[in-house]
């Protein structure tokens, strides 16, 4: 026996134990001393020594817990430093498991047991691996531990075992080893139904619970086929809940709900047969929902994420099957809302409490997951099914006298207006908002104002042009509240409202809002009402723009004040706040008279520590990005100041002494290797701030341009070391931190290429840049076969290839970046060919009421190859971009692969998006494979309900792209009738995103059409009225500004097609967009309005005046200050 072996040491490492657990700092730093040393010079006698005394029962519980917990981080895999069972001899791996087992078994203190339990489920993990079977006690044998299920099964068996407890510590180390042993489990179906059967039918409640959580946790890892048997305990798996619920066990009642949750999420169709039978656990989880006698706001909380979490899954099923459910889980939702202590003194409290102070989560608990809650039910349920049973409950909670009623309402109101497509619904909820505001309950009024912000949010600009002479007098009046905190809320719904108002109607507003603002600054002591004032004066910055120039002077210094004199434990966020604020408004001014106050405003950056709170630490990023965009080249001048702490950021150097002064968070930390090859341990917040120095460094290579070129070369050493990192562990971490990378030195390589060219200097250094970044990432293709990491880094060489430009890429390369990204794609159908045969052969035996009517559980994995496909195709398109010429060869090949692509669903859309880019960069030379895919281009514009938008997109920018080309006459009539059907047609619902750019790309087809091929348009289509009726187009941003520059090109150009004839029919309407779309820079470039302002000027004035039927009250201030600029 091991323990009589190490019984001689027993003591040794009980001295051990208790010196590592010691209040003396001193002691307990020897004692890891001499634990670390142990475990990398005699890792055999320091595994046995700690097991004699976890199975001594005459040693103190606490250090053979602790012994325990030392022995679970010895045998779990990760770093060989700390691995130390990997290390010691296979006979005594082979003891050590045996006495493991023998001591779990036998041991009476059930805490003990518990720990033990955890360590042997953690050596399984790895002994048992047979993915990896390096690690089995038995190499050869199906079982890397024969002895581990047989005893566990035996232990866990109620029905022979005289030990309750030891049964549950049985089952419970079954159930975390299941990941690794499920195959073994799962195939010893009688012995598991015999052991189920028993635990789920014993008189002790824990060892029930324990049969529960197994069954979950067998039904989470294991597929259909395989769980499809234990249907047959579900009544008595409800069951179990209600007698947890009626002992007032919530310990166990949370982890059985909990477990159910997670069932919900992976196996939702596990509960059909019980919810269709009885409508359980769907009931009982609304009951513990709604309870609030005995029931903590935990375990409500937790009944109702589990009804939620249902529905998310399978919306369609309960639609067809259970239509009541919906309506039930709102009724729970709305009593959730009801929760808002009523006592007087808690109210003064709420009054006086800070946003950002402790308190509110905890006392508006339930409030706050019913708000969350009823903004997932409205996603997932949608507002046409969903309208009906909220308004009545929104109505009927506002007929209440309680004010806890109407607060529940409103909230219920906040909640859901995102999802409301009628004008009508939203006209309806702002009347019934605005109706609130001078409820004589602060609560009510202050949820009224957030719920006033999260419509101006949601419905922009629908709400802000409809209502902004309503709201903005009633937000000025609301700045007066007497509760401090309600103005605060006043001044955010007046960002949220003004921040997407109209520059031409917010000019007539912002005097008023500005003399308000600042006097609310110079006499307000509420650091809310301060930093809501700030983002205000910010916000109309940011929206009236050179206009602001007028209130420059009396802002800049008060700023100023705050940024030096805010610098107490609670001032961060106004601090912040007025560096955002001042960034802002530089943004607004200009360069020319920011310039003196931004070097001030840089200056106190750097004094500001990089171990500054997050929250100021973000703010002075953002604040620095503004600055670089207001600056631009002007802002190199700072550069030699800041990027050094920039890049020091992206250093793993020196960070591992931080984890001796941090043991107690030692989760926190993860070990990473550096560019030096030592492994360093760092903590998870280091990469978030890592994250954040790469887009500050995005930011300056944008801005900066040409001008960044003397900061190239630092920059890529930096860099390097992260993109070329192989380590595992980094990946598991740094992945995002990569993709980022990857963009940063595409950015770097225009930078390098715009640079070199304004000094005179060859294109070397962005030509060495692609060719390193080439290498690198063909070493992570070779080595990487996820498509999650496979997407950032083609994500990332495509930016690369564009900003490298043209004749820097050759035959030879091109020839290797197009045979890797179709190898790629090769790899990637694959493995979705693979996954779909494994869910086939997964299925069969399932019952056919389990079938997965709603088909969703596959799609996030198969969604990330299809976009690893798109970034492949993505990163040919760029190749074809930037050396045209050189990919000419292959044009053969991509006609074979269109071809073959194009006859299957899955590649359909990849095909045709070949096909554009084929179209776009090698123009007319494409022309000899056109019969490839131009008839799989028309059958895509079809608008069948079967009809995959992401290919009818693709189909409408393929025409586009054809449009111009001689050779596309032909086919011209049957464009012009296919994109007439869908420009014509019923428009897309707000949510519908692939719907709306599948139309904006019709809209932009049509207009390429009408342009290039009017005279071939059949006479019964009228072309321009049809896509005059669709634009502006707005959700294609790319595609809306290309389109808006044609439109204007073509009015200058007098094009009599777009006009509209001889009577220039179409003017009001050109006029009209053209006003729309006049300082929207997102769909409208700087040209295009210089242009715009040129149309509006040459139209004689009795013209516009009798055009003026056809422009929105917006609309006409845009004109008159177009007219008076």
């Not at 012994?67 to 045998?75: D, E, F, N, P, Y």
């Not at 890892?221 to 798996?237: C, F, H, N, S, Y």
């Not at 900066?704 to 992260?722: C, I, K, N, S």
């Not at 938008?949 to 586009?960: H, K, L, S």
Request: net charge negative; aromatic share 6%; charged share 25%.
């Amino acid at each position: 026996c091991i323990a009589m072996a190490a019984q001689v040491d027993k003591t040794k490492f009980v001295d051990l134990l208790d010196a590592l657990c010691k209040p003396d700092r001193a002691t307990r730093q020897k004692a890891e001393m001499l634990y670390q040393q142990a475990k990398q010079s005699e890792p055999d006698g320091l595994m046995l020594g700690l097991l004699a005394v976890l199975g001594s029962a005459d040693v103190q519980e606490s250090l053979r817990r602790q012994s325990a917990v030392l022995l679970r981080q010895l045998v779990t895999r990760g770093h060989e430093k700390d691995f130390a069972f990997a290390r010691i001899t296979q006979q005594h791996q082979q003891e050590f498991a045996a006495e493991l087992l023998r001591v779990f078994e036998h041991e009476a203190s059930t805490k003990v047991q518990s720990k033990i339990g955890d360590v042997v489920s953690k050596l399984a993990d790895h002994v048992c691996n047979k993915d990896d079977p390096r690690g089995s006690l038995a190499p050869g044998s199906p079982s890397g531990w024969p002895a581990f299920l047989p005893q566990l099964f035996r232990m866990a068996d109620a029905s022979s075992s005289t030990s309750p407890q030891s049964c549950e510590a049985a089952m419970r180390v079954i159930l975390e080893a299941l990941p690794t042993v499920k195959g073994d489990v799962v195939e010893a179906k009688q012995r598991l139904g015999h052991l189920l059967q028993a635990g789920l039918s014993d008189a002790n409640l824990r060892l029930r619970t324990a049969s529960l959580l197994l069954v979950c946790g067998i039904v989470n890892e294991t597929d259909k086929a395989a769980w499809a048997p234990l249907l047959q305990t579900g009544a008595m798996l409800i069951q179990v809940l209600k007698q947890l619920a009626e002992a007032g066990e919530e310990d166990l009642l949370q982890e059985a709900v909990q477990a159910f949750i997670d069932v919900a999420s992976t196996e939702p169709d596990f509960f059909k047969p019980q919810l269709t039978a009885s409508t359980e656990p769907a009931k009982f989880m609304a009951t513990v929902a709604r309870s609030r006698d005995n029931v903590t706001n935990g375990m409500r909380g937790l009944a109702l994420e589990w009804l939620v979490t249902y529905l998310e899954k399978r919306v369609k099923w309960l639609t067809k099957h259970l239509s009541q459910y919906p309506a039930m889980v709102l009724e729970a939702c709305m009593d959730f809302l009801l929760e808002v202590d009523a006592d007087e003194e808690e109210v003064k409290a709420w009054a006086a409490r800070m946003d950002d102070e402790e308190g509110d989560e905890d006392e508006d608990e339930l409030l706050h997951v019913g708000e969350q809650s009823l903004d997932r039910i409205a996603e997932a349920v949608g507002i046409d099914d969903l309208s009906q049973p909220l308004f009545r409950l929104i109505g009927h909670f506002l007929s209440q006298e309680p004010w806890q009623a109407k607060l529940a309402a409103l909230a219920a109101v906040k909640q859901t207006v995102e999802y409301l497509e009628e004008k009508s619904h939203i006209d309806e909820m702002a009347q019934l908002l605005l109706q609130h505001l001078d409820h004589p309950h602060p609560r009510v009024r202050f949820m009224a104002l957030h719920a006033i912000g999260q419509l101006a949010n949601d419905q922009s600009p629908t709400f802000q042009e409809a209502w902004h002479q309503t709201v903005m007098p009633a937000l000025m009046k609301m700045m007066d509240d007497p509760i401090d905190r309600v103005t605060a809320m006043a001044m955010s719904a007046f960002v949220s409202f003004a921040e997407t108002l109209d520059t031409s109607l917010m000019s007539s507003y912002s005097q008023p809002f500005m003399e308000k603002l600042v006097a609310k600054l110079q006499t307000t002591q509420h650091r809310g009402v301060r930093e809501e004032s700030i983002t205000s004066v910010a916000v109309i910055a940011g929206n009236i723009g050179k206009a602001f120039s007028q209130y420059y002077d009396v802002m800049m210094p008060v700023l100023k004040q705050f940024i030096m004199n805010a610098t107490g434990e609670k001032e961060s966020r106004l601090r912040g706040k007025s560096f955002e604020c001042m960034s802002l408004l530089g943004i607004a001014v200009g360069k020319d008279k920011f310039l003196p106050d931004a070097q001030g405003a840089i200056s106190e950056m750097l004094k500001t520590s990089l171990d500054a709170d997050d929250m100021q630490r973000e703010y002075i990023k953002e604040a620095s990005e503004r600055i670089c965009q207001c600056l631009k080249r002007d802002f190199a001048q700072f550069l030699p100041s800041l990027l050094p702490g920039v890049l020091k950021t992206l250093k793993f150097d020196q960070v591992g002494e931080a984890i001796a002064q941090n043991a107690d968070d030692n989760e926190m930390y993860v070990k990473v290797t550096a560019s030096d090859g030592k492994l360093v341990q760092v903590h998870s917040q280091k990469f978030e701030e890592m994250k954040q120095s790469l887009q500050l460094l995005m930011c300056f290579c944008t801005e900066v341009e040409g001008a960044y070129f003397d900061f190239v070369q630092p920059t890529a050493e930096v860099l390097m070391p992260l993109l070329a990192n192989v380590d595992a562990e980094f990946a598991a971490w740094c992945e995002e931190v990569r993709c980022i990378c990857l963009q940063v030195w595409g950015l770097i390589i225009k930078v390098a290429r715009s640079g070199s060219d304004e000094r005179g200097l060859s294109p070397d250094v962005a030509q060495g840049l692609l060719s390193t970044v080439l290498r690198t990432a063909f070493v992570m293709f070779d080595k990487k076969r996820d498509a999650e990491t496979l997407c950032g880094v083609t994500s990332g060489i495509t930016s690369c290839i564009k900003n490298v430009g043209k004749r820097i890429i050759q035959d030879a390369e091109v020839k290797q970046i197009v045979e890797k990204m179709f190898a790629l794609i090769d790899q990637s159908l694959a493995r979705s060919r693979r996954a779909a045969s494994e869910k086939k052969q997964n299925s069969a035996g399932v019952p056919r009421e389990l079938g997965d009517e709603e088909n969703d559980d596959q799609d996030w994995e198969e969604g990330e190859e299809e976009q690893l496909r798109r970034n492949c195709e993505e990163t040919l398109g760029a190749v074809m971009e930037v050396a045209a010429e050189h990919f000419r060869p292959c044009l053969p090949l991509c006609g074979e692969r269109i071809s073959t692509w194009l006859q299957s669903e899955q590649t359909k859309v990849l095909g045709l998006y070949l096909a554009c880019d084929l179209l776009l960069h090698l123009k007319e030379q494409s022309v000899p494979i056109w019969p490839v895919f131009m008839k799989q281009v028309f059958a895509s514009l079809a608008l069948g309900d079967g009809e995959d938008p992401d290919a009818r997109t693709a189909a409408a920018y393929a025409i586009q792209m054809a449009a111009p080309f001689d050779s596309f006459n032909e086919a011209a009539p049957e464009a012009f009738r296919r994109l007439a059907q869908i420009v014509g047609g019923q428009k897309p619902k707000k949510r519908d995103t692939k719907g709306k750019l599948a139309l904006d790309n019709a809209v932009a087809a049509m207009v390429a059409m009408a342009k290039h091929k009017a005279n071939l348009c059949p006479p019964d289509i009228q072309a321009w009225p049809l896509a005059l009726s669709r634009l502006p187009i707005r959700d294609d941003e790319e595609e809306a500004r290309k389109v808006h520059g044609t439109l204007v090109d073509l009015v200058m150009a007098q094009d009599p097609g777009v006009l509209g004839g001889p009577s220039r029919g179409n003017l009001g309407r050109l006029l009209s967009i053209f006003a729309e779309v006049y300082l929207q820079r997102n769909i409208c470039i700087e040209e295009t309005e210089e242009k715009i302002k040129q149309v509006f000027k040459l139209i004689p004035a009795d013209m516009l005046q009798s055009l003026a039927f056809s422009f929105t009250e917006k609309q006409q201030k845009k004109i008159e200050k177009m007219l008076s600029s």
